[in-house]
């Protein structure tokens, strides 16, 4: 007998699309194949009467020991999907879902914070291509601990360990980090595919160069590299530094340089000049002149000086030498017994010794640099002359025609060689004896006159 089953409405959800189909059978499948929606084997099919629902299974890209295992599944967590591939993972191994670290027991329905979906960006991994997936996956990495190399200030250690990020692998070496220290790769970036990490320490250095005080902060390794780095006044080769330039830097460490420089100086010393005596038929007996007058000379020495920081610390003689050398004084003495005499001006018969031909000016106390006083602190006045001590000495007397008797008792700047100065009483005017070529007459004592001018 053919009984025939009513006709009832079923709703079929998949793939986010509801299809309403009529069916006689109470079997899901049926409303399934009615609605022409395909079911895979890893697919799971939920009767709910009226309602049939078809959750796919979800296509999740396991990449472990560098092979990469697709599965397809319906687990909820990450454990049940290493679970369901048959893949281990032991305590010290770190899991990335999407290239977020997580734990085993983290939902796959929830992705992870800071997670870019679907998406891994490893730095020592690359998953392959997932172009021929209909539906973009999943991806869970598991990886097992890994030699990383950590340099700190140029010493190294190795270390185990499946973390992917700078800051985790170095909280699972116990290392901690300053907020100064410089990181490659940085605090939170991914460690790259060399598997190093390189610390450098900021270090306080104090640099004392020829004695002042530099306070500098570096990140360099050694007392070379620091001198390399900074701007201080020092001579490669020349200058001692403490400690040596191969020191490796620490922390608080003064390094100090001495400046050793080398130079080359002149010392001049005076030479004085030796006085002979000789006898001159032309003068005079009793008469004294100076013939020649002495001049010192120089003794030039040459050192080459080793300093350091300013202070002399050797001393060698390289060379000496004379320039100008000395010249004696010759001091005429006359042995000339004739007498000579001369009239004067004023009908006085007086002797005289020498006869010199200069060049005669006048001053008084108004002149630039005058004083009404001497060099040999007498009174300016008539018969005061100025002269050159190397060609008259002080004290000599003379006879000026023109001008009249006088004795040498001051000098002046301008005074040099056969010049002379005739001297006038405060403000008196001498300007009607101007300048002039003149032959004057050196006396062997001075007459009681020699002030007056009646």
């Given at each position: 007998m053919f009984v025939a089953f009513p006709l009832r409405s079923v709703t079929i959800d998949a793939d986010g699309r509801l299809v309403e189909v009529r069916v006689r059978s109470d079997a899901a499948d049926s409303a399934i194949s009615r609605a022409a929606v395909a079911v895979r084997p890893e697919d799971r099919v939920v009767d709910e009467g009226d309602l049939v629902r078809v959750e796919r299974a979800r296509r999740v890209l396991v990449q472990v020991d560098g092979a990469e295992v697709p599965v397809d599944t319906q687990a909820e967590t990450v454990a049940e999907v290493l679970d369901q591939?048959?893949?281990?993972?032991?305590?010290?191994?770190?899991?990335?879902?999407?290239?977020?670290?997580?734990?085993?027991?983290?939902?796959?329905?929830?992705?992870?914070?800071?997670?870019?979906?679907?998406?891994?960006?490893?730095?020592?991994?690359?998953?392959a291509s997932t172009a021929e997936l209909p539906d973009p996956p999943a991806f869970i990495s598991v990886r097992r601990p890994e030699l990383v190399?950590?340099?700190?200030?140029?010493?190294?250690?190795?270390?185990?360990?499946?973390?992917?990020?700078?800051?985790?692998?170095?909280?699972?070496?116990?290392?901690?980090?300053?907020?100064?220290?410089?990181?490659?790769?940085?605090?939170?970036?991914?460690?790259?595919?060399d598997n190093l990490i390189t610390i450098l320490r900021e270090k306080t250095i104090y640099i004392v160069v020829g004695g002042e005080l530099t306070i500098v902060r570096t990140y360099q390794r050694s007392v070379a590299d620091l001198l390399a780095d900074v701007d201080v006044d020092y001579r490669e080769g020349e200058d001692l530094i403490t400690p040596g330039r191969d020191e490796e830097l620490r922390d608080g460490m003064t390094v100090a340089i001495t400046q050793v420089r080398g130079e080359t100086v002149v010392i001049d010393e005076?030479?004085?000049?030796?006085?002979?005596?000789?006898?001159?038929?032309?003068?005079?007996?009793?008469?004294v002149r100076v013939a020649q007058p002495?001049?010192?000379?120089?003794?030039?020495?040459?050192?080459?000086?080793?300093?350091?920081?300013?202070?002399?610390?050797?001393?060698?003689?390289?060379?000496?030498?004379?320039?100008?050398?000395?010249?004696?004084?010759?001091?005429?003495?006359?042995?000339?017994?004739?007498?000579?005499?001369?009239?004067?001006?004023?009908?006085?018969?007086?002797?005289?010794?020498?006869?010199?031909n200069v060049w005669a000016t006048w001053y008084n106390s108004t002149c630039e640099g005058c004083t009404e006083t001497t060099f040999t602190n007498t009174p300016l006045r008539y018969g005061v002359i100025a002269v050159d001590p190397d060609v008259i000495p002080l004290g000599t007397c003379l006879y000026v025609p023109g001008y009249g008797f006088g004795r040498a008792e001051d000098i002046?700047?301008?005074?040099?060689?056969?010049?002379?100065?005739?001297?006038?009483?405060?403000?008196?005017?001498?300007?009607?004896?101007?300048?002039?070529?003149?032959?004057?007459y050196i006396l062997p004592s001075c007459p009681e006159q020699i002030y007056d001018r009646g």
């Open positions: 591939a048959g893949i281990e993972f032991g305590p010290r191994d770190t899991v990335l879902y999407d290239g977020v670290p997580v734990g085993t027991h983290s939902s796959l329905e929830e992705a992870p914070a800071g997670a870019a979906p679907n998406v891994v960006t490893l730095g020592r991994f690359t998953p190399t950590i340099s700190i200030d140029g010493v190294e250690r190795s270390v185990e360990s499946s973390r992917v990020r700078t800051d985790e692998v170095l909280a699972e070496a116990g290392i901690a980090l300053a907020e100064s220290d410089f990181i490659n790769p940085e605090r939170q970036a991914l460690v790259g595919s005076a030479i004085p000049y030796e006085t002979q005596y000789r006898e001159d038929p032309d003068l005079p007996v009793g008469a002495g001049r010192a000379g120089l003794l030039h020495r040459e050192y080459s000086l080793d300093t350091r920081d300013g202070s002399v610390t050797a001393r060698e003689l390289v060379r000496e030498w004379i320039e100008p050398a000395p010249q004696d004084e010759i001091i005429a003495l006359g042995t000339d017994a004739r007498v000579r005499t001369l009239r004067t001006e004023e009908s006085l018969v007086v002797p005289y010794v020498d006869v010199l002046g700047g301008a005074i040099q060689g056969n010049r002379i100065d005739l001297g006038f009483p405060g403000t008196a005017d001498g300007s009607w004896w101007g300048a002039r070529d003149v032959e004057i």
